[in-house]
């Protein structure tokens, strides 16, 4: 979590992020370095040494679903923002059961957030915890 935390200011890139860090993304984020959400998540976990995989589909099935009132620090939770896509097309990394570490959209930054925001979707507890801690750095 100290990772992606480190990172707040850096710019939303679509597409862009991933386990080494912020970096270009594609199509309207390819001219800016940054983090998309998913990217985002998938760097503070690789950091805790933990692949979760790359985007917002496979890391909600990285692990065990956690109930709203039981989210705590390191835990993805997950929106749905475009009825249109099937499963949730948001995901941002808890810091605590009320506040998240966000990369929200194009033109803002990674910033910390409210975790209660319409379009709820579910929290997923990454599994294994990486080398038993529990948490993410």
Request: glycine content about 16%.
């Amino acid at each position: 979590m100290h990772a992606a935390l480190r990172m707040r200011g850096i710019p939303y890139s679509w597409g862009g992020g991933g386990p080494t860090g912020p970096s270009c993304g594609i199509g309207r984020g390819a001219g800016t370095k940054g983090f998309d959400c998913s990217g985002l998540t998938e760097y503070a976990w690789a950091q805790a040494g933990l692949r979760i995989g790359t985007t917002t589909y496979e890391q909600v099935k990285a692990g065990t679903p956690v109930a709203r009132d039981k989210t705590r620090a390191g835990d993805l939770v997950f929106y749905e923002t475009d009825a249109s896509q099937a499963g949730p097309d948001h995901v941002g990394l808890a810091i605590s059961n009320t506040h998240m570490i966000n990369a929200p959209y194009t033109g803002a930054v990674v910033r910390i957030d409210p975790i209660d925001r319409p379009g709820w979707a579910g929290a997923i507890r990454p599994n294994p915890a990486p080398s038993g801690h529990g948490h993410v750095r």
